[in-house]
């Protein structure tokens, strides 16, 4: 909460004053968007709110959403898609407000205990067992990622009484993941467990991907590609890139440039489909932008006109 006074924080943060901040940018998108067209002087004024709010981009909800904005606004257009991003963002967030800091609270916690078990890259048999008894008396968390994934994970683990060396592994693997130290080399797969392992948490490790006849989603921001070269490139690949999750859809990728946050507070809505499709019995993959291009690298598909 940088160059925030305390006193005005609070103030200002107070769940009427927070709504009706929302609500205030809810009314101008209605309003630019109302007649089809979104002209310069709308999208000013979208800058402008977005000026008034600055101080507190530090601060959830706006940490989350004046970045959604500048990404929309960068070129001077708001699309359907982007349009359609905002306005679920909004919804959850007014909607959603009075429960955010009881679910994130708990939600960092366990990320917490994920980062705990991790320190010294061993995750112990008891660890596991001490894990999923948190789990079980936190069941209010149910429906946020990664709880779902964790816990699902966490029963088929203990079946059968028993923790062995591979299962200790993948629970390791997804766990890097959710904490955000899956680049570093502590927490690298050898060849072999890597290829036998498909992970059932909602962000792959290590995915095997392909691109003919395999359909694609991106979701999130990128600093590397617009979505319109992630849909050439699909294409090289002989592959189809969809603009919505459907239950044909193989892979979603999110950008790299997202906030690295969506994970445990907001995620956004093709996240939130994609996981209900999972549900469901689809067989999709999150998969990180990184992992993108490095299976576009192997593919050759990166160097060719």
């Known amino acids: 909460m940088e160059n925030i006074d305390s006193l005005h924080y609070h103030k200002f943060c107070s769940k009427s004053n927070l709504h009706k901040s929302l609500n205030t940018l809810s009314g101008i998108i209605s309003g630019v968007v109302s007649d089809g067209v979104v002209n310069s002087k709308e999208l000013e004024e979208i800058r402008m709110w977005m000026e008034e709010q600055k101080r507190y981009v530090s601060i959830h909800p706006y940490s989350e959403l004046i970045p959604i904005l500048e990404e929309s ?5 708001i699309d359907q898609d982007e349009l359609k991003d905002i306005e679920w963002f909004l919804e959850k967030a007014t909607s959603e407000n009075v429960f955010y800091d009881f679910i994130t609270s708990d939600l960092q916690v366990l990320q917490g205990i994920l980062h705990g078990m991790l320190a010294d890259g061993i995750v112990e048999e008891n660890e596991i067992r001490t894990l999923s008894n948190w789990m079980e008396e936190a069941d209010h968390l149910k429906g946020c990622y990664p709880y779902d994934e964790i816990y699902s994970l966490l029963l088929e683990v203990l079946e059968d009484g028993k923790v062995d060396k591979e299962e200790q592994e993948l629970l390791k693997s997804f766990f890097a993941e959710f904490v955000g130290l899956s680049s570093s080399n502590r927490f690298k797969l050898d060849e072999e467990l890597r290829k036998s392992i498909t992970t059932k948490g909602a962000c792959s490790v290590d995915p095997v991907i392909s691109f003919d006849n395999k359909k694609f989603v991106f979701t999130g921001h990128s600093h590397r590609a617009k979505r319109s070269e992630f849909k050439v490139i699909v294409e090289r ?32 809505r093709k ?16 998969i990180h932008e990184n992992d993108f291009w490095d299976a576009v690298l192997d593919a050759g598909l990166d160097n060719e006109a």
């Open 271 to 286: 996240v939130e489909r994609v996981i209900q499709l999972r549900k469901q019995g689809v067989n999709v993959q999150i």
């Open 73 to 77: 606004l960068k070129d001077g257009v």
């Open 237 to 268: 690949g002989k592959g189809v890139f969809l603009t919505k999750p459907t239950k044909e859809l193989n892979y979603l990728v999110y950008g790299a440039a997202g906030n690295q946050c969506w994970a445990y507070s907001c995620y956004g």
